[in-house]
Each structure stands twice: as structure tokens, then as C-alpha cells.
């Protein structure tokens, strides 16, 4: 089954989460620039009250590809300079065309 990745990435390096994709093989991606959102380190809205700016990316990733995507995901999530975030869910695709 195919599984729908929601990457989330705050920082200044957007270009990594799509570097890492198109490394793994991923033949496309949808990326939304500066959106806005709040979790466990607080509000990130590209002000100065609340710096920070977070880039989605959407991509529907086809069985073979899941598991060297997600590993290769995790491994950079490992690896954030202090103050950047990746993170990573998946979902079950019933239909793709």
C-alpha cells in the first residue's frame, strides 16, 4: 500500500528534507514554504515575536520505497543543528492515480 509522508521541517535548510527525498528515490513531492504552527518548542510564525519558519512537504511514497525513506528521514532528524526540527507520519493511501 502506499503511504502519504507529512514531513515537517523547521530551520533555515529546506533543501535537506528534499535532498533526502530525491536521494531515496521519491519521484515527487509537494513543498508549502512558511507555514505556520506550534508544537512543544512553541509557536513558529516568521516574526520576531515568535521566529522560526516551518516548510511541509507532502509526498504519496510507493511500497518499495517506505522503509529507505523513513530511515533516511530519521537519520537526518538525528542529526538537526540545535534549534531545528524534522518530523516525520505516514498514512495509509487507499487510492493513488
Request: aromatic share 8%; glycine share 12%; charged share 20%.
Amino acid at each position: 500500500m502506499h503511504r502519504l509522508f507529512l514531513i515537517t521541517y523547521s530551520g533555515t535548510h529546506p533543501e535537506i528534507v528534499a535532498d533526502v527525498l530525491k536521494h531515496e528515490g521519491v519521484s515527487g513531492y509537494t513543498c508549502v514554504h512558511e507555514a505556520c504552527g506550534e508544537g512543544t518548542s512553541g509557536p513558529r510564525q516568521g516574526t520576531r515575536a515568535f521566529p522560526g519558519k516551518t516548510t511541509l512537504f507532502f509526498s504519496v511514497v510507493s511500497p518499495e520505497r517506505q522503509e529507505p525513506v523513513m530511515g533516511a528521514l530519521k537519520s537526518q532528524a538525528g542529526h538537526m543543528p540545535e534549534g531545528e526540527r524534522l518530523h516525520v507520519s505516514t498514512l495509509g493511501v487507499d487510492e493513488f492515480f
